[in-house]
């Protein structure tokens, strides 16, 4: 793999060096794979506040799809290929990463983990991957941008141009040079299932919240009363220009302004004052992937906001091919559903630059701190050098050329079947004698 002179390089010596499940601290050795972070994060979090992370629309359905869309494909390996000196280094807005994975943007990460933004910075830093802030967040952006000056930062943009105008400046004064626009947030998602574990914003003081707190004593001293102590109550701090509501209120309502008159013209409006890499994110369609691309988008995020807006919206892999047919002079990316090495591979034989994972991240923060988001970095990372090397692939740039994917249809499966139909036993039996 070449380099442009110009590119900077991350150092992946921190990324080389937690790969191994050994350099983790013992209490993470027993952790895996990214999967088994889910049920730790769930012990250690009080329920609220892990309901939040885990939560999904409505019935889950996108949320699901999100994850089986990756069964939809298997591999064709090859043997007998020297992958002695395989390398998954990937270039991407002239930087060179250690990997072709990312964090997704964690809204509310500093109340799972202390610090969370500047931990997940930290880690991502040193392992050499690209890391997006999230808007929904409680350290202010610019401490952030001042200990990982190579981050994103995401934004949800103000439902008006003045608030817009403010936020961007603001993003740009911190010294910020990639700006993820999330845009599939026209209005808040259903918020049933978060209600159902104890959760709002802000979280309102109770008994029940008390007590949920109380039980998780590791949570309760070493991440919200250590907060408390050394930096006040957290607030919002990077939706608008200036600081929004404190996360524990009885009475302070969060500004959940509705968005759903935001257009294109305001599109035009960020990128006419944003001087940096401009990056769509929340794009399902063709149609929307390609005006951005006239519009000035230097990359797109193929997302469904982790199964968290629309219930029943597409999974993102089902829909890059044709985006990434579509708009194959700019960088398209994944986010939703990546778990695997297996994954991480076929996102980007289906197209993608740069793939992007959220909850399990945010996981290994609450329960390892940086060292738990390093180890679970390093673990998807040996999982694809592990996988490129079975499909005989010594660089990433090969994915594109090989022929490495055929599609599949589940055994026991007909055209038409719906997923559910193919998961009960009589229906499949019948299928079988036809």
């Known amino acids: ?30 952790l895996l794979s990214l999967d088994d972070f889910e049920p730790a994060a769930r012990r250690h979090l009080p329920r609220p506040v892990f309901g939040y992370m885990v939560a999904a629309a409505e019935t889950r359905r996108s949320l699901h799809a999100n994850r089986s869309a990756f069964a939809d494909y298997e591999f064709l390996p090859r043997v007998l290929v020297d992958v002695s000196g395989r390398t ?8 060179r990463y250690a990997s072709p994975f990312g964090l997704a943007p964690l809204g509310l990460s500093a109340l799972s983990t202390y610090r969370g933004d500047l931990v997940m910075a930290a880690a991502a830093a040193r392992a050499g991957v690209p890391m997006i802030m999230s808007g929904s967040s409680l350290i202010p952006m610019e401490q952030v941008a001042a200990q990982a000056p190579d981050a994103w930062f995401q934004a949800y943009l103000p439902g008006d141009e003045a608030g817009i105008e403010a936020l961007i400046d603001r993003v740009i004064r911190a010294g910020f040079r990639t700006l993820v626009l999330t845009v599939d947030t026209q209005v808040p998602p259903n918020p049933e299932n978060t209600a159902r574990m104890g959760f709002s914003a802000p979280l309102r003081p109770s008994a029940r919240l008390a007590w949920d707190g109380l039980i998780r004593p590791r949570w309760l001293f070493g991440t919200f009363l250590r907060t408390l102590l050394l930096h006040g109550l957290p607030h919002f701090e990077n939706n608008y220009a200036t600081r929004g509501a404190p996360i524990l209120s009885g009475s302070v309502l969060r500004d959940f302004s509705e968005r759903g008159h935001l257009s294109w013209r305001h599109f035009a409006q960020v990128r006419k004052q944003w001087p940096g890499k401009l990056v769509l994110k929340g ?63 076929k996102a980007l034989a289906l197209g993608a630059r740069m793939v992007f994972v959220g909850r399990p991240f945010g996981y290994a923060a609450a329960i390892g701190g940086e060292a738990g988001v390093r180890h679970a970095i390093g673990l998807l990372a040996k999982e694809v050098s592990r996988d490129m090397a079975m ?23 007909r055209e038409g079947m719906t997923e559910h139909e193919a998961h009960d036993p009589a229906l499949t039996q019948a299928a079988g004698a036809d």
Do not use: K, W, Y
Not at 400 to 412: F, V
């Open 1 to 30: 793999m070449t380099m442009d002179p110009a590119e900077t390089r991350i150092d992946t010596a921190a990324g080389a060096a937690a790969a191994s499940p050994l350099a983790a601290p013992r209490r993470l050795r027993r």
């Open 88 to 95: 998954q280094e990937t270039n991407l807005f002239g930087q």
């Open 283 to 345: 794009v399902l369609r063709v149609e929307d992937a390609c005006i951005a691309r006239d519009a000035g988008a230097d990359g797109i995020i193929v997302s469904n906001h982790g199964g968290r807006q629309l219930d029943g919206a597409i999974a993102p892999l089902r829909m890059l091919p044709d985006i990434a047919n579509a708009c194959a002079d700019l960088p398209v990316m994944l986010d939703g559903g990546v778990r695997r090495g297996t994954d991480v591979l």
């Open 391 to 413: 499909l005989g692939l010594r660089s990433l740039e090969e994915i594109r050329a090989a022929d490495i994917l055929r599609p599949c249809r589940p055994a026991g499966r």
